[in-house]
């Protein structure tokens, strides 16, 4: 859960690209949340790997030749 | 073999840390907005969005405003939140979603701030955590900070709770909670 306050919802015209950009961050899941991730077949169910400081915790399945993903869920 | 495993675990690594962005198509707001889309963020994907408090899978984070509904909605939040959802707040209503989702009674601190709406923050705090060496955004200058109230007493009192950012007097105004993965 992200505690944010500002005032964001005023859409006054000071709000910067800066702004903007934190909020994609946020959004995108910066700080946390579901994504996907492809992963390979010589990654096991429950393997565990370094992601840019956050660990992630990869769930999937091996659909033909084609190694998507299931869900990942990261804790920052 | 090993090195080739590992060479390849390592690129698959590498791609997969661009890829660690949005996955759902909907942005749902709790609350009235003046402020969406291309106003509100970039860098993603633009998202759907939707006027509901109720974020369901296909629901890529939720935005509580200061007028959302908050009350009765904690465990499906927190049901969310455990899915792998991501709830963000505004103005004022930081405490209350907090008390709402984890059942504690925090009121707000003092109000900071400018006003000028700007939700990245004028101070980062905890500048080594990995969210922001993952995103080295300039802060926000001093007259252009947005406003809010001081979340110092509950993040002090919440030992899962990590202060990211504040305000130029020493406030905090940017702080999360980690959601633990369920096994």
Same mark, same amino acid.
């Given at each position: 859960?992200?505690? %944010?306050?500002?005032?964001?919802?005023?859409? !006054?015209?000071?709000?910067? /690209?800066?702004?903007? !950009?934190?909020?994609?961050?946020?959004?995108?899941?910066?700080?946390?949340?579901?994504?996907?991730?492809?992963?390979?077949?010589?990654?096991?169910?429950? /393997?565990?790997? /370094? %992601?840019?400081?956050?660990?992630? %915790?990869? %769930?999937? /399945?091996?659909?033909?030749?084609?190694?998507?993903?299931?869900?990942?869920?990261?804790?920052? | 073999?090993?090195?080739?495993?590992?060479?390849?675990?390592?690129?698959?690594?590498?791609?997969?840390?661009?890829?660690?962005?949005?996955?759902?198509?909907?942005?749902?707001?709790?609350?009235?907005?003046?402020?969406?889309? @291309?106003?509100?963020?970039?860098?993603? +994907?633009?998202?759907?969005?939707?006027?509901?408090? @109720?974020?369901?899978?296909? +629901?890529? $984070?939720?935005?509580? #405003?200061?007028?959302? +509904?908050?009350?009765?909605?904690?465990?499906?939040?927190? =049901?969310?939140?455990?899915?792998?959802?991501?709830?963000?707040?505004?103005?004022?209503?930081? @405490?209350?979603?907090?008390?709402?989702? *984890?059942? #504690? &009674?925090?009121?707000?601190? &003092?109000?900071?701030?400018?006003?000028?709406?700007? #939700?990245?923050?004028?101070?980062?705090?905890?500048?080594?955590?990995?969210?922001?060496?993952?995103?080295?955004?300039?802060?926000?200058?001093?007259?252009?900070?947005?406003?809010?109230?001081?979340?110092?007493?509950?993040?002090?009192?919440? =030992?899962?709770?990590?202060?990211?950012?504040?305000?130029?007097?020493?406030?905090? &105004?940017? @702080? *999360?909670?980690? #959601?633990?993965? $369920? &096994?």
């Amino acid at each position: 859960m992200i505690l %944010l306050e500002a005032d964001w919802q005023d859409n !006054q015209v000071n709000y910067t /690209s800066d702004s903007r !950009q934190f909020m994609g961050a946020l959004i995108g899941g910066g700080l946390g949340g579901t994504f996907w991730i492809h992963v390979h077949p010589m990654l096991r169910p429950g /393997s565990r790997a /370094s %992601l840019c400081g956050a660990e992630v %915790l990869a %769930l999937y /399945s091996v659909r033909g030749k084609e190694f998507t993903r299931d869900a990942g869920k990261r804790a920052a | 073999m090993k090195k080739i495993a590992a060479v390849v675990l390592l690129g698959i690594i590498t791609w997969a840390g661009s890829a660690a962005a949005q996955t759902r198509s909907d942005l749902m707001y709790c609350g009235s907005t003046q402020r969406t889309g @291309a106003s509100l963020y970039s860098g993603l +994907t633009p998202l759907n969005e939707i006027n509901s408090c @109720a974020p369901d899978g296909n +629901t890529q $984070a939720l935005l509580v #405003t200061r007028s959302g +509904t908050v009350t009765g909605n904690g465990a499906a939040w927190l =049901a969310y939140l455990n899915a792998g959802g991501i709830i963000i707040t505004e103005y004022s209503i930081s @405490a209350s979603v907090y008390n709402e989702i *984890y059942g #504690t &009674s925090y009121v707000n601190g &003092s109000g900071q701030g400018n006003c000028q709406d700007n #939700t990245m923050p004028a101070v980062k705090i905890n500048p080594g955590n990995p969210f922001w060496v993952a995103n080295p955004i300039p802060v926000t200058a001093p007259n252009e900070e947005g406003c809010g109230f001081d979340l110092s007493t509950l993040v002090s009192g919440e =030992a899962q709770v990590t202060a990211l950012g504040g305000w130029i007097g020493g406030a905090i &105004s940017f @702080a *999360y909670r980690p #959601t633990v993965p $369920a &096994s």
